[in-house]
């Protein structure tokens, strides 16, 4: 397991992976598709809509490659914290500028790993409808490219354990989009570059989730 002060774990997130890949096959029957639109090596990063409370593991068990994902503090608790960060994931502090968490996120991406994010910060309708601008900000300062992610389904009844997640065994659609360039190919990093990032994430966030809907019927 690591410890507070270290990187996060590629051996660890793919720990993670098997985990993930056991639990959500197990307990849910992920559809996934698209797979093959994340690039097979270098930085990456996954921008995810967030509506349940499964997509982080979700995403983990059926990316094609190990995922750390920028999962809130909050989570960090008890057993939990040395859990999530031997499996490679990275605690961030959503109310402050979290310098180790920007630190840990961008080496991820310098070590050609692939980082999750959830940019609409909390769970919600899972619409990309308001973005925060973390999302640009790693996008530009790493050149990484962004896959948009939308995972569907699970909301038709509800679950007996949690609203927050989908019924057991019930069907969950992981569909993958093009990656694309956040930035402007300019290499700025100021303010403005980043609004203009942020607004054309959202455009691409937001049309690839239509697509989903569209391709799943969810």
């Known amino acids: 397991m690591t410890d507070s002060g270290s990187a996060p774990s590629a051996a660890g997130a793919a720990v993670g992976r098997r985990i993930g890949i056991g639990l959500m096959y197990g307990l849910w029957r992920p559809r996934v598709l698209g797979a093959w639109r994340v690039p097979s090596a270098g ?40 859990f999530l960060r031997g499996i490679g994931q990275l605690k961030v502090d959503r109310d402050a500028a979290d310098r180790k968490a920007i630190t840990d996120a961008l080496g991820v991406l310098k070590d050609g790993g692939v980082l999750g994010i959830f940019p609409e910060g909390t769970r919600g309708e899972g619409d990309f409808a308001s973005l925060r601008a973390g999302l640009a900000y790693f996008a530009v300062r790493s050149g ?12 038709e009844r509800q679950s007996r354990l949690s609203s927050a997640v989908p019924p057991l065994r019930s069907r969950v659609d992981v569909v993958f989009g093009d990656a694309f360039q956040a930035g402007d190919g300019s290499g700025r990093r100021t303010r403005k570059a980043l609004d203009e990032a942020t607004v054309r994430i959202q455009e691409r966030l937001t049309a690839h989730l239509a697509e989903a809907r569209r391709l799943t019927g969810r």
């Open 43 to 82: 930085p990456v990063i996954l921008a995810v809509n967030h509506s349940h409370g499964i997509d982080g593991p979700m995403l983990m068990g059926t990316a094609p490659r190990p995922v750390h994902f920028l999962i809130k503090k909050e989570a960090f608790v008890g057993p939990l914290d040395p």
């Open 144 to 155: 990484a490219p962004v896959v948009p992610v939308a995972v569907l389904g699970g909301k």
